[in-house]
């Protein structure tokens, strides 16, 4: 790379941030196109972010560009689920094997914000705000846009392309026209709002800060993770319409009486629900899958405008980071031939990034409907038993997923095989202590290879 290489990347967010610093530290000069204002400049509209849980993944593309410990001082470790039933009682199922294994809460501005400034602060890096995409000449490469401003359009030129441009990506939406090009989006019949607990006297948490709380009421849930400011951030995902959605909850009195009767704990802590609740917006979620991420070497789709993914997995943000991971790891290996870079980066993400999509509607399931289940309990418990007599084999897929860096698809199929050994164990049993632990020895050495060589296999 004798001259600097340039690189237009469009969309300032968490992907587009990161991937700004991670292609400066490699010497590009970046040049990033945001449509929305300055988020450190104007106040940030409240109401439509689902607070995010960093793990090993987005962990480890952080401190693959030295940003890690910057970022450490705004994360709150959650060592596992704080179950909340419609009775009152809690139950704490742990995510991990020991409490090293935690996710972490971290606010989505909080970390945008800061990704923001340190992208700034890398040599060669400008960042463009209310600069709308417009559109793409996916033959030259040439990005048009309108300064939402004053209205002025025009274009902007470089080396390569890259939309992290979000689930509405326009980048992807020209991509559309190219033959070949396929995209599906299949939006959940849930939508989703943000509410409120806040910090209780004295500015202390008022559930426990170190647990991811949920209510799961089978058919719609609410979920509550901590913040720095000793606040939770609460997300209720309910059915856009029917009985029990949204469009039935239509009046303050409504919203107290389901609230009263599903969330009785919570009710207490939540001194303005309703003013929030109207106050603030429904949000919809939806499944966003492409083929292919790039046109040649002009152009590729990195992110949420890849593969936007549903919530349930706390993945979204951690897939995104190991795009740019990956995408690095491509460059490392070819260079500036843009071509070879994306068709290998497109190689090793999109089996991923679909596996993961298909998990995370998976866990959706098992966040709404099995996690107060008895059998469902013990399978969790045996799981994390097999993974201390055969670490090597047996590491259960929530595990994998967000405790290590096996790739998704690896974690989905291993999954699978790890699911019928849990079954088959469990079938007759409702203690840990009473598993068979010879049998269960045979099926894990007959079913699962070791881990660290699936990979290479699959």
Not at 11 to 27: D, T
Not at 197 to 214: M, N, Q, R, V, W
Not at 328 to 354: F, M, Q
């Amino acid at each position: 790379m004798n001259e600097q290489p340039h690189i237009i990347l469009v969309g300032a967010g968490l992907a587009g941030s990161l991937l700004a610093i991670s292609l400066a530290k490699k010497g590009f000069r970046v040049d990033v196109y945001e449509r929305r204002p300055d988020m450190r400049a104007v106040e940030i509209s409240a109401g439509r972010s689902i607070n995010l849980a960093l793990s090993v993944r987005g962990i480890h593309a952080l401190k693959d560009v030295g940003l890690f410990d910057d970022i450490a001082p705004k994360l709150l470790p959650m060592r596992g689920r704080m179950i909340h039933a419609v009775t009152g009682e809690r139950v704490f199922s742990q995510y991990g094997k020991d409490a090293t294994e935690v996710i972490n809460s971290v606010s989505r501005a909080d970390l945008n914000m800061r990704l923001l400034d340190l992208a700034e602060s890398q040599s060669g890096v400008r960042i463009h705000f209310q600069q709308r995409c417009t559109g793409i000449d996916l033959a030259s490469g040439a990005v048009r846009l309108r300064d939402e401003t004053d209205g002025r359009e025009y274009t902007a030129t470089a080396d390569t392309v890259i939309g992290t441009d979000g689930s509405a990506s326009a980048i992807r939406a020209e991509m559309q026209n190219l033959d070949g090009f396929t995209v599906t989006e299949d939006i959940l019949e849930h939508g989703y709002k943000e509410l409120v607990i806040p910090a209780g006297p004295g500015g202390k948490f008022l559930l426990e800060s170190d647990a991811l709380h949920i209510w799961p009421r089978h058919a719609f849930m609410m979920i509550a993770l901590p913040n720095i400011d000793k606040t939770f951030t609460c997300t209720l995902f309910l059915a856009h319409e029917g009985e029990q959605s949204f469009a039935s909850l239509d009046t303050p009195a409504r919203v107290r009486d389901f609230f009263a009767a599903q969330f009785p704990d919570a009710v207490p802590l939540m001194p303005t629900l309703e003013e929030t609740f109207f106050a603030n917006p429904t949000g919809s979620l939806a499944t966003v899958r492409c083929r292919p991420w790039h046109a040649g070497g002009t152009v590729a789709l990195l992110g949420d405008a890849s593969h936007a993914i549903v919530p349930f997995f706390g993945q979204g943000m951690n897939c995104a980071f190991e795009d740019c991971t990956v995408l690095s790891e491509c460059i490392n290996r070819h260079g500036t031939d843009w071509d070879k870079v994306y068709r290998a980066y497109d190689e090793l993400r999109k089996p991923n990034a679909d596996a993961i999509a298909d998990l995370a509607l998976e866990n959706f399931i098992e966040m709404r409907d099995r996690v107060t289940d008895a059998h469902f309990l013990l399978t969790k418990a045996v799981g994390l038993a097999l993974e201390q007599r055969f670490p090597d084999r047996f590491v259960p897929k929530y595990s994998m997923v967000s405790f290590h860096r096996v790739p998704y698809a690896v974690a989905q199929r291993r999954g699978r095989i790890q699911d019928d050994i849990l079954d088959h164990l469990c079938a007759n049993i409702s203690r840990v202590e009473d598993v068979d632990w010879q049998h269960a020895g045979v099926l894990v050495r007959e079913m699962l290879i070791p881990l660290a060589d699936y990979a290479a296999v699959y």
